[in-house]
């Protein structure tokens, strides 16, 4: 079995691919469909500022063979007016392109990120199990940053280059094509060290991305874990473990920069060589008469402007890489279906009753993306529930007890279709679940959970969390009825007040309580309650209590509880055991047959497994 590197993740950002994919590069300008007025424009401009790159050199020409020789100052006067337009026209022409090719990368940029985080949304949270947040984040923001990089500075610019390049070509070989030839000579030259640039700095990007990725991790992990490293006196030695790694990426930045230090002075170089041959050749030809003054001074701003976008083209290169490496690592995101999937003819019920029923249901959890077996297969997890089969009626308050890692939780998940099992069914009303269109399904159920997780927004807001029935009152209402209003009241803003990343202004009950009324608010018919009063003192739990025997009514409860005390007044308890249910009864009858529910109660109550 090959197991995933802990260096998975990284190893991801490694890859560069390759500098142009016809397949991607379809499918990144598609996104261009709605900006095609734009692109043209932008295109247009270019192929005016490449046109006006010409102008110049021309202009020297004839000044220096016409207007010089005849001392014309007229004609040179018309010439520098000319020149002085054609130079005003290409910087307005440079400056509105610049604002109109960013304003297309940032409107793409946008439009992609919408389209990632729709995409994200709608994903199984199976997904979310085997990818790390930070490479799910590296998509939606570095990823789509460099496709940005590539649209402002990338795709249109290229093709200008080109325009330029094949433009100036032109020009040289008109006025004259055996000079043009002589200033040709050092082309092999540049092309040889383009590509040993393209090669360096490739290798050096690479290593940039690798201990950026590692940089990312390092930090993600320390600051989530700081309670830890600051009881256990670990600053010291994780700032220098922060501090090799940091170095390790100072260092890969310091080749790349060494790499264009090298390249661009050695084109200058070869342009000054260039230049070296045209003085030397046209020299000998205007001694022989057969080569005007202007034609040389011509060649010489030709063959300057000449080597500027072949220097631009060899760093779109690395752009286009980059480019080319993200999108596919973007558009892998975007093809992975869900593994929920929502039936094409779906049942939409007239009323939800609250018939709960699991109909020989066996799952496990799908095992990691990377890991296969010898022959191709895929690894397959244990069982996590077995041949599980139950039935809670309307307004029953059923209870599913067992040790840690029974299955209690798997139930709920299950129910809520995060995850479909692999074998068996489960009816809601007496209608396969996965017949059901996933909003009617959520909407409702209310689950509450030991792990209570609020946003950085109001009170109120993380009560009604924007559903549209709930309003204020009704947010107010369901807060009340389970004992969190006199607690947000306390908060100098109320409802409206922030509650921070997490809810950090909160206690662990009081965060609770807010799950509850979260909960409550939207009218639920079947209450999901997973191990919700676990993390609470006796007083707010007593509340609860309180709240849950009026609320429960008319409403199928299932409770899932590690703390015996908090079921016994369930109208039937389920006991799971390794997947299996063992037992089901009352609190009475589960202590009357002496077996698992028995042992798990002594022990809760009296430390003790004997009688």
């Not at 932008?42 to 000044?63: D, Q």
């Not at 085997?130 to 940005?148: F, H, K, Q, Y």
């Not at 022959?375 to 599980?388: H, R």
């Not at 599913?400 to 995850?419: D, E």
Request: proline content about 3%; aromatic content about 8%.
């Amino acid at each position: 079995m090959a197991h995933q590197s802990p260096e998975g993740p990284i190893r991801e950002e490694e890859a560069l691919g390759k500098a142009y994919d016809a397949r991607l590069m379809r499918r990144l300008l598609s996104y261009l469909q709605d900006y095609r007025i734009q692109v043209a424009a932008a295109v247009l401009m270019l192929v005016a500022a490449s046109g006006l790159e010409l102008v110049g050199p021309w202009l020297t020409k004839i000044a220096l063979d016409r207007a010089v020789p005849t001392a014309d100052t007229q004609l040179l006067g018309t010439l520098a007016a000319i020149f002085i337009a054609s130079l005003a026209a290409a910087a307005a022409l440079e400056y509105a392109r610049t604002l109109l090719t960013t304003w297309i990368g940032q409107h793409v940029m946008l439009d992609l990120r919408k389209h990632v985080f729709s995409h994200l949304q709608r994903l199984d949270l199976a997904f979310f199990d085997r990818n790390p947040v930070g490479r799910l984040m590296t998509r939606v923001t570095s990823d789509i940053e460099v496709l940005n990089e590539m649209f402002t500075s990338g795709v249109v610019t290229i093709f200008g280059d080109i325009f330029t390049i094949g433009a100036i070509v032109t020009a040289m070989l008109l006025l004259d094509w055996r000079l043009a030839l002589v200033s040709f000579a050092v082309l092999p030259f540049v092309f040889v060290a383009a590509i040993l640039f393209r090669r360096k700095v490739r290798d050096a990007y690479r290593d940039i991305r690798t201990r950026l990725a590692r940089i990312n991790a390092f930090l993600q992990e320390r600051i989530t874990g700081i309670g830890v490293i600051q009881l256990f006196r670990q600053e010291e030695s994780t700032a220098e473990r922060f501090a090799r790694i940091n170095e390790s990426h100072l260092k890969a930045h310091l080749r790349s920069i060494t790499y264009y230090a090298l390249f661009f002075p050695v084109i200058e170089l070869l342009t000054a060589v260039a230049v070296a041959l045209i003085l030397w050749y046209g020299g000998l030809r205007a001694l022989e008469g057969t080569m005007s003054i202007g034609v040389i001074a011509a060649f010489l701003q030709y063959v300057r402007r000449f080597f500027r976008p072949i220097q631009d083209l060899s760093e779109k290169y690395n752009i286009l890489q980059n480019a080319m490496a993200s999108s596919e690592r973007v558009f892998r995101l975007l093809d992975r279906e869900p593994a929920i999937e929502e039936s094409g003819d779906p049942i939409i019920p007239a009323a939800i009753h609250g018939r709960v029923e699991f109909d020989g249901v066996w799952f496990r959890y799908p095992g990691p993306e990377d890991d296969e077996q010898a022959d191709g297969s895929e690894v397959q997890n244990d069982w996590v529930l077995e041949d599980i089969s139950f039935r809670a009626e309307p307004g029953e308050r059923l209870a599913i007890v067992g040790a840690t890692g029974a299955g209690k939780s798997t139930i709920v998940n299950l129910l809520l279709r995060f995850y479909d099992p692999q074998r068996g069914r489960i009816l809601l009303d007496g209608v396969d679940i996965r017949d059901l269109p996933l909003e009617t399904l959520r909407s409702c159920m209310g689950l509450v959970l030991q792990d209570v997780y609020l946003f950085s927004a109001s009170a109120s807001e993380n009560i009604s969390l924007g559903r549209e029935p709930i309003d204020e009152e009704t947010v107010r209402r369901a807060a009340v009825r389970v004992g969190a209003d006199r607690y947000v009241r306390r908060l100098p803003g109320g409802y409206d007040q922030s509650l921070g990343e997490r809810g950090s202004n909160l206690s662990v009950g009081e965060r609770q309580l807010l799950s509850f009324a979260r909960a409550l608010s939207g009218s639920p018919r079947i209450l999901l309650l997973d191990e919700a009063t676990s993390s609470v003192d006796s007083e707010i739990e007593a509340q609860i209590d309180v709240a849950l025997e009026e609320l429960m009514k008319g409403r199928t409860s299932i409770v899932i509880a590690h703390r015996l005390s908090t079921v016994q007044s369930a109208d039937r308890i389920l006991v799971l055991h390794h997947g299996e249910i063992r037992e089901t009864g009352t609190h009475q009858e589960l202590l009357a047959l002496n077996d698992l529910y028995a042992r798990l109660y002594r022990l809760q109550f009296t430390g003790t497994e004997a009688a």
